[in-house]
């Protein structure tokens, strides 16, 4: 908005004075307010965890039965636990912590696997939400052999329905 004041009657420069006012003041980072639910926090850490070999998958054993069931019934909102399962998110104003559940492939060095995990679970959060990661803590729930079969893909169930 911009304000002009005349002072005597002449039309000279000198006798203009112009003020300009600026509304809301200060960089546009400040003028609002960004909240980020703790569920996309979870979501971003979930993809960034799966992204690390040697992570076979993410929660418990319980937790991944019952999402292969949730996956084959009709809006029982698969996809989205996919992407959280095993992880839990404390969302802060500008910090966050997390927690994580993961399923190790066998032959994987465990503590290898929860430090990339880790390094790439804080960059990803970091990088995408401007959130201070301030601890990312790891529980291995189970080591995935190479004869085991896959809780994931629910064969199992799917024949025992039939």
Do not use: C, W
């Not at 996956?71 to 104003?93: C, H």
């Not at 399923?103 to 929860?114: H, N």
């Amino acid at each position: 908005m911009t304000d002009t004041t005349h002072t005597g009657d002449s039309g000279s420069d000198e006798s203009r004075r112009t003020s300009v006012t600026k509304r809301g003041g200060g960089p546009a980072a400040t003028r609002g307010k960004t909240t980020i639910a703790d569920g996309v926090v979870e979501k971003i850490a979930g993809l960034a965890a799966r992204d690390v070999d040697g992570v076979h998958a993410m929660g418990s054993g319980l937790s991944r039965t019952f999402g292969a069931v949730r996956d084959r019934v009709p809006g029982g909102g698969g996809s989205k636990a996919n992407a959280t399962r095993g992880v839990k998110a404390e969302v802060g104003e500008v910090q966050t912590a997390l927690d994580l559940e993961i399923v190790v492939e066998y032959g994987y060095a465990i503590s290898d696997v929860a430090g990339d995990v880790r390094e790439n679970v804080v960059n990803a959060v970091e990088r995408m939400t401007g959130l201070e990661v301030v601890e990312v803590n790891i529980a291995v729930s189970d080591v995935k052999l190479p004869d085991d079969d896959d809780d994931d893909d629910g064969d199992d169930d799917q024949r025992r329905l039939q």
